[in-house]
């Protein structure tokens, strides 16, 4: 099972992703994720986007603890500067659920 697999088995996760912990219990590792991410997409070469740093942040983190180097380069694009997009108009949003993912 992926590590941090109990976290993003909440509703509210899988309504925003469509995936399910049942999804995720097969998941490649992290470490196993980045060379394919590497190898095959060459990330460190391209653009990278997330929400926000908060985001980029979280995932450098998430590395570092699992001693897995970034897969990605220099080049981040903070989404949330284009806000609003399209598809939040029609999401539901909800400050506590997205505290339960986060966490």
């Known amino acids: 099972m992926a590590i941090g697999c109990r976290h993003l088995a909440s509703n509210f996760y899988t309504e925003l992703t469509t995936l399910t912990a049942d999804m995720l219990a097969d998941a490649e590792s992290l470490a196993d994720a980045v060379q394919i991410l590497k190898r ?10 997330s929400w926000s740093d908060y985001d980029r942040r979280q995932f450098e983190r998430v590395c ?17 500067r ?11 949003w ?3 659920q997205r505290t339960n993912i986060l966490t």
Do not use: C, I
Request: charge should be neutral; avoid cysteine.
């Open 40 to 49: 095959e997409y060459s990330s460190r070469d391209r653009l990278w986007a």
């Open 64 to 80: 570092n603890d699992q001693g897995v180097a970034n897969p990605f380069g220099q080049s981040h694009l903070k989404l949330n």
């Open 82 to 92: 284009y806000s609003p997009l399209p598809w939040q108009a029609a999401m539901k």
């Open 94 to 96: 909800d400050s506590t």
